[in-house]
């Protein structure tokens, strides 16, 4: 095998691992703005519509009706901790958690499901169940 196939093929195999951290740090941003309730920073990640679930009620909001929401949704339930306690992912490469959100109001079962558009992370539908 020549040197300069040889470097070609590292070359490759180093990019194809670099690229991964990125894509999965922004999908641990996500749970980090729950985690902080930083409505504005889960919006960096919506898509152009998202279905958001709570107490029973369930829509979907374009990107700035869905920031709206969240941001009244952390002001009345000022989040306190923050566990991811499952996540996976599809074979297709969506992403998914559950966690619990523990809040000033109570804790809730919260879901999020994503999916890899251009190297990151879109998110298409959060849920907030109360337990």
């Given amino acids: 095998m020549s040197a300069i196939y040889k470097s070609v093929i590292i070359t490759l195999f180093i990019m194809s691992f670099s690229s991964m951290p990125a894509s999965a740090q922004g999908f641990d941003n996500i749970a980090s703005y729950i985690r902080k309730g930083d409505a504005s920073g889960l919006a960096k990640s919506f898509g152009n519509t998202v279905e958001i679930s709570m107490k029973d009620a369930q829509n979907s909001y374009s990107k700035s009706q869905a920031e709206a929401v969240l941001k009244n949704f952390f002001t009345m339930h000022a989040p306190r901790t923050f566990t991811v306690v499952h996540q996976g992912?599809?074979?297709?490469?969506?992403?998914?958690?559950?966690?619990?959100?523990?809040?000033?109001?109570?804790?809730?079962?919260?879901?999020?499901?994503?999916k890899q558009v251009n190297n990151a992370f879109v998110i298409q539908e959060i849920r907030f169940e109360a337990q």
């Fill in 89 to 114: 992912q599809s074979p297709e490469g969506a992403k998914y958690f559950i966690g619990t959100l523990s809040t000033s109001a109570g804790t809730y079962r919260t879901y999020v499901y994503a």
